[in-house]
T-cell receptor, first 112, second 113 residues
Framework: DGGITQSPKYLFRKEGQNVTLSCEQNLNHDAMYWYRQDPGQGLRLIYYSQIVNDFQKGDIAEGYSVSREKKESFPLTVTSAQKNPTAFYLC???????????FGQGTRLTVV | GQQLNQSPQSMFIQEGEDVSMNCTSSSIFNTWLWYKQDPGEGPVLLIALYKAGELTSNGRLTAQFGITRKDSFLNISASIPSDVGIYFCAGRPSQGGSEKLVFGKGTKLTVNP
C-alpha cells in the first residue's frame, strides 16, 4: 500500500536528550513537511523539503533539525535546545511544493 | 506569514443537523483543501478545490472555492456521530510562499446523538 509512515506512535524521552522521529513515504512525492500540533491548536510548520538534499525552515524551526538524504525519508530531530518539545508531530508529503498534502498518523512525543 | 481565518472555532450540534464552516484570507489562493482530523490521528484529505467558483461534493460533504479566491466553505449535511473531529482548511497562496500550504486553526465539531 502506498502511504506515509511515522514511527514510533508514542515516544518518551528525558529532558536534555535529543530524539529523532522517523517519516517514510512510498508515494514518490518530492515534497515533505514536518508540523507540530499542540492541544487545541492548529498545525505549525517546522521544516519542509521540496527536493532531496534541500530543506527550508518553517515558522518554528528553532530547536529542531532535519535531513533529506533520500526522497523517501525526512527524519526530524528534536534537540535539547527545544524549550517545550512535548507535542504531537505530524509528517506530510505532497507531489510538489504547495500541492495536496498527505499526512502520516503522527508521533506523540512526551519529554519528562 | 500568511494566515487563514477559520470559523467557527467549535460547534456543538445535534445528530441530523447540517453544519457550515468557512475559511477566509486577506490574499488570493489558487488551491483550497479541507481536512478532517480524528483524535490522535493525522489529518485526512476530504475535498480539494482548484478553480474559483468550483463546488465539489464528497458524500454528505460539499465545499466551494470562493469567487474572490479569498475564501472557501465546507458544509456537512445530516450530521452523524462519526463526523466528530477537527476540520482544517488549507490553501496554497498564489504569491509569496506558494511552495507550502497555509492552514487554518481548525473547527472542532461535536455531534450529540
Amino acid at each position: 500500500d502506498g502511504g506515509i509512515t511515522q514511527s514510533p506512535k508514542y515516544l518518551f524521552r528525558k529532558e536534555g536528550q535529543n530524539v529523532t522521529l522517523s517519516c517514510e513515504q512510498n508515494l514518490n512525492h518530492d515534497a515533505m513537511y514536518w508540523y507540530r500540533q499542540d492541544p487545541g491548536q492548529g498545525l505549525r510548520l517546522i521544516y519542509y523539503s521540496q527536493i532531496v538534499n534541500d530543506f527550508q525552515k518553517g515558522d518554528i524551526a528553532e530547536g529542531y533539525s532535519v535531513s533529506r538524504e533520500k526522497k523517501e525519508s525526512f527524519p526530524l530531530t528534536v534537540t535539547s535546545a527545544q524549550k517545550n518539545p512535548t507535542a504531537f508531530y505530524l509528517c506530510a508529503s505532497s507531489i510538489g511544493g504547495g500541492a495536496e498534502a498527505f499526512f502520516g498518523q503522527g508521533t506523540r512525543l512526551t519529554v519528562v | 506569514g500568511q494566515q487563514l481565518n477559520q470559523s467557527p472555532q467549535s460547534m456543538f450540534i445535534q445528530e441530523g443537523e447540517d453544519v457550515s464552516m468557512n475559511c477566509t484570507s486577506s490574499s488570493i489562493f489558487n488551491t483550497w483543501l479541507w481536512y478532517k482530523q480524528d483524535p490522535g490521528e493525522g489529518p485526512v484529505l476530504l475535498i480539494a478545490l482548484y478553480k474559483a467558483g468550483e463546488l465539489t461534493s464528497n458524500g454528505r460533504l460539499t465545499a466551494q472555492f470562493g469567487i474572490t479566491r479569498k475564501d472557501s466553505f465546507l458544509n456537512i449535511s445530516a450530521s452523524i456521530p462519526s463526523d466528530v473531529g477537527i476540520y482544517f482548511c488549507a490553501g496554497r497562496p498564489s504569491q509569496g510562499g506558494s511552495e507550502k500550504l497555509v492552514f487554518g486553526k481548525g473547527t472542532k465539531l461535536t455531534v450529540n446523538p
